[in-house]
C-alpha cells in the first residue's frame, strides 16, 4: 500500500467537516504544530483516525493515539504500521 501523505491527511480532515480551504491552507509548518494548536478538538482528532483506519489497513490504540500530538506525528506513526503490515 502507498504511504499516507500529508496531502491525504489533508483530505481526511475535509472529509471530517473541516472548512476545504482551511484544509488547503495548511503548510509544511503544521505538520509540527499541535493539534489544539491547529484547532482541532479531541473529537476532531479521534474522527481523523477511525477514518484513517477506515482507508488504511492500520489500527491506532487509544494509548498510541494519546501520545500522538501532531499531524507529523499521525503521519509517521500510520506509516511505520503500513511497512509493518
Do not use: H, W
Request: with cysteine.
Amino acid at each position: 500500500m502507498a504511504a499516507f501523505t500529508f496531502t491525504d491527511f489533508k483530505a481526511i480532515v475535509t472529509a471530517c467537516g473541516v472548512d476545504e480551504a482551511e484544509t488547503a491552507a495548511l503548510g509544511d509548518s503544521a505538520l509540527d504544530s499541535k493539534f489544539d494548536d491547529l484547532g482541532y478538538d479531541s473529537l476532531l482528532v479521534y474522527e481523523i483516525v477511525m477514518r484513517v483506519q477506515d482507508d488504511y489497513p492500520v489500527t491506532v490504540p487509544d494509548e498510541e493515539l494519546n501520545e500522538l500530538n501532531t499531524p507529523g506525528e499521525l503521519i509517521t506513526y500510520v506509516n511505520s504500521q503500513l511497512t509493518g503490515a
